[in-house]
């Protein structure tokens, strides 16, 4: 059933000694990764605040981490690629088992709050309304290949940063162009959601292109802003004449 995240009855069944921000948290994960049919993802913990409200979610996820509800290897900055992990139980007591470790390093940021992913019908009825204003959105639309577009395109657009929806629709021209190559055979374009949720638009083929063609924008701006400045400095005619009489005179 679309629009709704599956959740293990062994984690609802029963107490699980987790607080409301650790609980939380964990809803949050399984969300961002078994929501999109994945054990592992990378995950800023910028979103998890966003999402949740829970601040100091590194302690948090360390935590869930100790008591064997999540693994990840912490890395530099704000973002770990975390597996969800399945509590089992042993004759030693309780174990830990990953169930299926994926070296998935896509990131997410700053989505909406989890408000607007919950299953409520009328929820995603809204969240479609705003897709309608959406222009980053549209404009994906508009350039990706029509026959392409899938169902879970919009959920996946739902978690990715607004960084990285600019960044989408700035590469598709050059995305375009290597599809559009007399060579290249069409039917082996993704979907849209699995081109957004493998992160291809990562790739240097179309990323470095669209960002040269950034650097070239902004060094244009910055030789304008430079000329602008200089004149707006420089002397004036009559100041000219001042400093070449005064000059002169000694």
Known sequence: MKGFTKIPNWLLDSYNGLTNAEFRVLM???RLTAGFHRKSYKIEYSLITEMTGVKNVSIICNSLKQMGWIDFNAELGKANVINILKPINSVNGLQNKV??????THSVSEPHPLSDLTTSRGAKENYKENLKKDLLFLEFKNKYPEEKIDDELVDVWHSISDEHKRLLVGVMEYQNNGWDEPNFNRKYIPKASNYILKQLYLDDAVKKPY???LRRER?????REYIQEA?????????KKAILSNWKNH
Do not use: F, Q, T
């Not at 169930?99 to 998935?104: C, E, F, Q, R």
């Not at 060094?219 to 030789?223: F, L």
């Open 211 to 213: 960002e040269d063609e």
């Open 231 to 239: 004149d707006k400095n420089s002397a004036s005619d009559e100041e």
């Open 219 to 223: 060094e244009a701006v910055e030789r």
């Open 99 to 104: 169930i299926n470790s994926v070296n998935d």
């Open 28 to 30: 949050c994960i399984y």
